[in-house]
T-cell receptor, first 117, second 117 residues
Framework: AAGVIQSPRHLIKEKRETATLKCYPIPRHDTVYWYQQGPGQDPQFLIS???????DKGSIPDRFSAQQFSDYHSELNMSSLELGDSALYFCASSFGGGAVEPYNEQFFGPGTRLTVL | AQKVTQAQTEISVVEKEDVTLDCVYETRDTTYYLFWYKQPPSGELVFLIR??????QNEISGRYSWNFQKSTSSFNFTITASQVVDSAVYFC??????????????FGRGTSLIVHP
């Protein structure tokens, strides 16, 4: 079965550079979530989109922005990168906004490992 | 606010031992969902189980079993006859509608399970 696709899988950037992470949800999923997992930490919710509209916002820095496109894929744009942004970034997808069982299961992508030097 | 506590930071066992990972949660909602995820060294998050607050039946899936007890706000996970491949970080997560109806999961800090041959 098709899974969530994230690209790139690994990314190395310098401080103050920008980065764009992409997420392709499971076909027919209309909800996308972004998480940040620092080393040895639990995943922290950043932001989510349902039907191309922002649905929830977590601890996303102002330097980051995201959007969901008409084909439901999403991009996380990160500017003025800092050393502390080095983390594993997960995208997850679900159907119908993710609030109603059984659609509230989030399917996670393999993650993008971002290293900021 | 919702909260998930995984008091065990790291557990080390020898293959074939049984091991229980504890998860205690806090929520004011009567409708909520509990999850367990496995994160192997490769980094991806693997969904293991979802349980809603109205279903206290315990579940068994092969060597995995889950004990949900609302009276103690716990959702513990037991691996029977552990294997080296079970070595991973295991996250317990809770989602409820406290945030204005959104069901974004909050993760515990994770328990690192090391199974020695």
């Amino acid at each position: 079965a098709a899974g969530v696709i994230q690209s790139p899988r690994h990314l190395i950037k310098e401080k103050r550079e920008t980065a764009t992470l992409k997420c392709y949800p499971i076909p027919r999923h209309d909800t996308v979530y972004w998480y940040q997992q620092g080393p040895g930490q639990d995943p922290q919710f950043l932001i989510s989109f349902y039907e191309k509209m922002q649905s929830d916002k977590g601890s996303i820095p102002d330097r980051f922005s995201a959007q969901q496109f008409s084909d439901y894929h999403s991009e996380l744009n990160m500017s003025s990168l800092e050393l502390g942004d080095s983390a594993l970034y997960f995208c997850a997808s679900s159907f119908g906004g993710g609030a109603v069982e059984p659609y509230n299961e989030q399917f996670f992508g393999p993650g993008t490992r971002l290293t900021v030097l | 606010a919702q909260k998930v506590t995984q008091a065990q930071t790291e557990i080390s066992v020898v293959e074939k031992e049984d091991v229980t990972l504890d998860c205690v949660y806090e929520t004011r909602d009567t409708t909520y969902y509990l999850f367990w995820y496995k994160q192997p060294p490769s980094g991806e998050l693997v969904f293991l189980i979802r349980r809603n607050s109205f279903d206290e039946q315990n579940e068994i899936s092969g060597r995995y079993s889950w004990n949900f007890q609302k009276s103690t706000s716990s959702f513990n996970f037991t691996i029977t006859a552990s294997q080296v491949v079970d070595s991973a970080v295991y996250f317990c997560a809770l989602s409820d509608g406290a945030s204005g109806g959104s069901y974004i999961p909050t993760f515990g800090r994770g328990t690192s399970l090391i199974v020695h041959p």
